[in-house]
């Protein structure tokens, strides 16, 4: 039972996400931003669905029986950081890259100690949200996954931001 709370829960989370990411954008394309690594982008959201899926699968694949509770809170405290994260860019934060000319990186907040902490914290999902479970398979595929991935994201996000 608590795996299905948990999944609903993480796939509520993930839309939030998105709906507050859409949000962002209408503002960020009102405001002049344009849009960077479109090619990239699809193969995000794929992995990112696959992901969901993949849990589900190998859980139901494992019959899963295990269950890491001090896994779960950390996944929760996560989610704290990130609700900071996205708070400190407000209208700047989205799933997509986005620059409005003229304007410097947000330097206030966490981001004046760490670069990319958003992408601190979705290194750590990848791997926690499916260990707290015993899906071994998952984490170890969805992590090498996320690298390749977040390789091309940050260069992308990195040039921009250097614009």
Request: charged residues 15%.
């Amino acid at each position: 039972m608590i795996f299905i709370i948990f999944i609903l829960f993480l796939i509520f989370q993930r839309l939030a996400e998105l709906y507050v990411s859409s949000k962002n954008e209408k503002w960020l394309l009102r405001n002049g931003a344009v849009e960077y690594g479109k090619e990239h982008y699809p193969y995000m959201v794929a992995m990112h669905t696959l992901f969901i899926i993949s849990i589900i699968a190998e859980y139901l694949w494992r019959d899963g029986t295990v269950v890491s509770y001090p896994l779960i809170i950390l996944f929760f405290l996560l989610i704290v950081i990130k609700v900071i994260v996205i708070s400190t860019l407000g209208h700047y934060w989205n799933t997509k890259i986005y620059k409005v000319p003229g304007t410097r990186p947000v330097a206030t907040g966490i981001y004046k100690y760490i670069k990319h902490p958003n992408y601190i914290i979705v290194v750590c999902e990848i791997a926690i949200i499916p260990l707290a479970f015993g899906l071994y398979y998952t984490a170890i595929v969805f992590t090498i996954l996320n690298a390749l991935m977040l390789t091309v994201r940050i260069k992308k996000e990195n040039e921009v931001l250097a614009m």
